[in-house]
């Protein structure tokens, strides 16, 4: 049986979506946040050398990645159940996506994380208002810049598709809600991606989705 090494709060949340889409029997092995660092614990490395999430083992097999093991499940598991276009249009849309989450998405998002988190940081008094004044330039000058050109790409996207690979629900929509979600928490005023903002509810509303919610615990982005 496939096991999701899950983490709170995490991009793992979206594999367990992907297996109830698949209706694939399995289990789900628990790690929680430091509270203080954010980070994942250190048993995590007993399952994967990097040790971070998502990661699933399935027998001898140990996949780590998002979109390598949305890519595995779908493959092994997805006969049937959910689209995978093999060509045209649609594939070289599905491939673009699959790698925009990760590859293009989700680096500013982080980044925005981390500038934050240094601004609220125990540091010498004389020293944060630099460090502030620093973090707040490459905010402002770089990293929302960077967020908003991705999230304005996206809109017009979804304006014209009723899913990111066209027509069809594909592994593509499993990998970009978790930035989606996450970068929409970002910005100031959502109401001006209002394409984003329902696909969001659509994938929000759906049975699977919910029912993964369910199973994987707190998780602060979905609403």
Same mark, same amino acid.
């Given at each position: 049986?496939? =096991? &999701?090494?899950?983490?709170?709060?995490?991009?793992?949340?979206?594999?367990?979506?992907?297996?109830?889409?698949?209706? &694939?029997?399995?289990?789900?092995?628990?790690?929680?946040?430091?509270?203080? =660092?954010?980070?994942?614990?250190?048993?995590?490395?007993? &399952?994967?050398?990097?040790?971070?999430?998502?990661?699933?083992?399935?027998?001898?097999?140990?996949?780590?990645?998002?979109?390598?093991?949305?890519?595995?499940?779908?493959?092994? #598991?997805?006969?049937?159940?959910?689209?995978?276009?093999?060509?045209?249009?649609?594939?070289?849309?599905?491939?673009?996506?699959?790698?925009?989450?990760?590859?293009?998405?989700?680096?500013?998002? &982080?980044?925005?994380?981390?500038? %934050?988190?240094?601004?609220?940081?125990?540091?010498?008094?004389?020293?944060?208002?630099?460090?502030?004044?620093?973090?707040? =330039?490459?905010?402002?000058? #770089?990293?929302?810049? %960077?967020?908003?050109?991705?999230?304005?790409?996206?809109?017009?996207?979804?304006?014209?598709?009723?899913?990111?690979?066209?027509?069809?629900? =594909?592994?593509?929509?499993?990998?970009?809600?978790?930035? !989606?979600?996450?970068?929409?928490?970002?910005?100031?005023?959502?109401?001006?991606?209002?394409?984003?903002?329902?696909?969001?509810?659509?994938?929000?509303?759906?049975?699977?989705?919910?029912?993964? !919610?369910?199973?994987?615990?707190?998780?602060?982005?979905?609403?």
């Amino acid at each position: 049986m496939i =096991t &999701v090494h899950h983490l709170n709060n995490s991009r793992s949340q979206r594999i367990l979506w992907l297996l109830e889409e698949l209706k &694939v029997p399995y289990k789900i092995k628990r790690y929680e946040r430091d509270s203080k =660092t954010f980070l994942a614990p250190k048993e995590l490395k007993d &399952v994967h050398p990097l040790g971070k999430s998502p990661v699933i083992t399935d027998g001898e097999s140990t996949i780590a990645e998002s979109g390598a093991i949305v890519e595995y499940l779908i493959n092994n #598991y997805g006969k049937d159940k959910i689209s995978h276009p093999k060509e045209g249009k649609d594939y070289e849309q599905l491939i673009y996506w699959m790698h925009f989450a990760e590859g293009s998405m989700m680096p500013p998002l &982080v980044m925005k994380l981390i500038f %934050n988190r240094i601004k609220l940081s125990p540091m010498p008094f004389f020293i944060k208002p630099i460090a502030k004044k620093i973090a707040n =330039t490459v905010i402002k000058s #770089y990293i929302d810049p %960077n967020i908003k050109d991705n999230l304005n790409f996206i809109e017009a996207h979804l304006n014209k598709n009723e899913w990111f690979s066209g027509a069809q629900f =594909t592994g593509a929509d499993i990998l970009m809600i978790f930035p !989606l979600e996450a970068g929409i928490e970002r910005i100031k005023d959502n109401s001006v991606y209002p394409m984003i903002l329902n696909f969001i509810r659509k994938v929000q509303s759906k049975e699977t989705y919910q029912k993964a !919610l369910t199973k994987g615990g707190k998780y602060d982005f979905a609403h």
